[in-house]
């Protein structure tokens, strides 16, 4: 021992452990004070690797290099392998002269003399170990400093763990404020799964810039949502935000509502009309399923994005428009463009910045505070009361595949709201289809009559009200007229 009072050491290292909490300053502290008052040539700290829970990494050292820790630690018959292998401390006076080192490679070739090496331990556990040594002197360490270096061991493992429970808490509370923060920026999202934390994150990031989005998930997962988060959170937010469904819309129809049209320029044109471009002008654009946009079309929207001008249908004046667009699709646009439907210069200018929505099934940890946000609205709006549900409920739910996502719950909650009678959700009011079998009505019809079923039944099961359809079935109450008045339907709300 040196004249370093060991007592005042052991005190020394409780005071570390009060004040530091950066676990690798900490480590340097412990060894430094270790060795000034074992009076060692050399020492290292030992801790179980982060990548490998069975190999130890060197995390602090004095007067040795990374190589000569590695040749210690590696050959079998060294000191820090017996320490560990056995789970218990070594001492030895003169290395060179000890039976239990005799062909010991890293002793002979270090020339060691002294050495004291001790485990590491925390709740039973091998945490790491403790290595000190002399090469010039025999006899430097006794049982004295052994058991001084036991002590400062315990004391020592209680700081690293201590320390490693701060960055615990110190990662865990920045979560927690992250969320906090997240949530408070976007209440419209809801979620605090870390698929939706990125999303919200990817949306804070790009909202205040004109770069063109391109939302990509499958139906019902939230992609209008954000995209009307980009735009509230833009500079453009006091401006309009226009969203239009462009599947199933004829290509005629699809480029007079984008451009708008001369009057005359087609049967039915009695007045000249602004397009969305127009109406959009400073604001956000959204083009739902922008995949299913013919190769007319494409070319006109590539201008727009291009040159910032458009043409109404019938007309050769350019008109010049300031509007950022956001698109989306539940289908593979690269694929689409790899198959020849899809443009890829277009695909480029819509992709700046590309945000794919997880499917409901990928964040179930989201169902329980979804279910609570949905029963409140549903509550509220019906004027009913529920009890809070149980385990169960949520877990029978979290086993669905939820194939229609968000849209999909909220309408299983939305009716198990209506016909709950007291107050006690159940499963089967959820009507969910485990057994994944189509609807025989619809096997085997062509998909413009399979469309029209989908719709009369919506129509019919919301009494006819074509706002609320169109927001079922996730299109504009615009498209949804258009399409009744192809059938000859003109009566409704």
């Known amino acids: ?97 000890d039976e239990r080192f005799a062909g010991a490679e ?36 006794n049982e004295e400093s052994l058991k001084f270096l036991q002590a400062f061991a315990r004391q020592t493992s209680i700081a690293i763990e201590n320390a490693h429970l701060f960055e615990q808490l110190q990662a865990e509370n920045q979560i927690l404020r992250q969320k906090a923060e997240l949530n408070d920026a976007f209440p419209e999202i809801i979620g605090e799964s870390p698929a939706i934390l990125r999303t919200m994150e990817l949306i804070r990031s790009v909202a205040d810039t004109n770069a063109s ?50 009057k005359g320029a087609f049967t039915g044109a009695i007045d000249s009309k602004a397009g969305l471009f127009e109406e959009a002008h400073l604001g956000t654009l959204f083009l739902d399923e922008i995949a299913d946009i ?26 010049k428009v300031d509007v950022r667009i956001v698109s989306a699709t539940n289908k593979d646009l690269w694929k689409e463009v790899e198959d020849g439907n899809f443009r890829e210069d277009l695909y480029y200018r819509l992709n700046v910045i590309n945000i794919k929505m997880p499917p409901l ?22 004027n009913k009361t529920v009890e809070k549900p149980g385990k169960d409920l949520i877990k029978y739910l979290g086993s669905y595949h939820w194939p229609g996502n968000i849209r999909e719950l909220e309408n299983s909650i939305e009716r198990a709201v209506i016909l709950v009678r007291d107050g006690q959700l159940t499963a089967d009011l959820f009507n969910l289809h485990r057994t ?25 099961m919301t009494e006819n009200n074509r706002t609320k ?25």
């Open 1 to 97: 021992m040196s004249n370093s009072d060991p007592f005042q050491a052991l005190l020394a290292i409780g005071d570390e452990i009060n004040s530091r909490h950066d676990i690798d300053v900490l480590l340097e502290r412990v060894l430094d004070i270790a060795m000034d008052t074992l009076n060692a040539e050399r020492g290292f700290i030992l801790l179980k690797s982060a990548q490998s829970a069975d190999s130890l990494e060197a995390v602090a050292a004095r007067n040795i290099s990374k190589e000569n820790i590695n040749t210690i630690q590696e050959l079998s018959s060294s000191v820090v392998n017996q320490v560990i292998e056995k789970i218990e401390a070594v001492i030895t006076v003169d290395a060179q002269a």
């Open 469 to 493: 359809a169109a927001e079922l079935l996730d299109v504009s109450r615009r498209w949804l007229q258009y399409r009744l008045k192809e059938w000859g339907i003109v009566d409704g709300d």
């Open 213 to 262: 989005v391109l939302i990509e998930g499958e139906s019902g997962t939230g992609k209008e949502l954000v995209a009307r988060a980009l735009h509230h959170h833009s500079t453009r937010r006091d401006k309009l935000f226009l969203p239009i469904f462009c599947g199933s819309l004829t290509e005629n129809i699809l480029e007079s509502e984008l451009f708008g049209h001369k």
């Open 436 to 460: 994944g079998k189509i609807d025989s009505e619809l096997i085997g019809k062509p998909l413009k009559e399979i469309e029209r079923i989908v719709i009369m039944k919506t129509l019919e």
């Open 106 to 141: 890293s002793v002979v070739l270090q020339n060691i003399r002294s050495i004291m090496c001790t485990p590491l331990i925390h709740s039973g556990n091998l945490i790491g170990a403790i290595y000190m040594d002399n090469r010039l002197d025999a006899g430097k360490f």
């Open 294 to 319: 013919s190769k007319n079309i494409q070319t006109k929207l590539l201008r727009v994005l291009q040159e910032g001008e458009i043409k109404r249908v019938g007309e050769n004046t350019i008109r």
């Open 361 to 382: 099934r990928e964040r179930t940890g989201d169902l329980a505070l979804l279910l609570d946000h949905f029963l409140q609205k549903y509550c509220a709006k019906n």
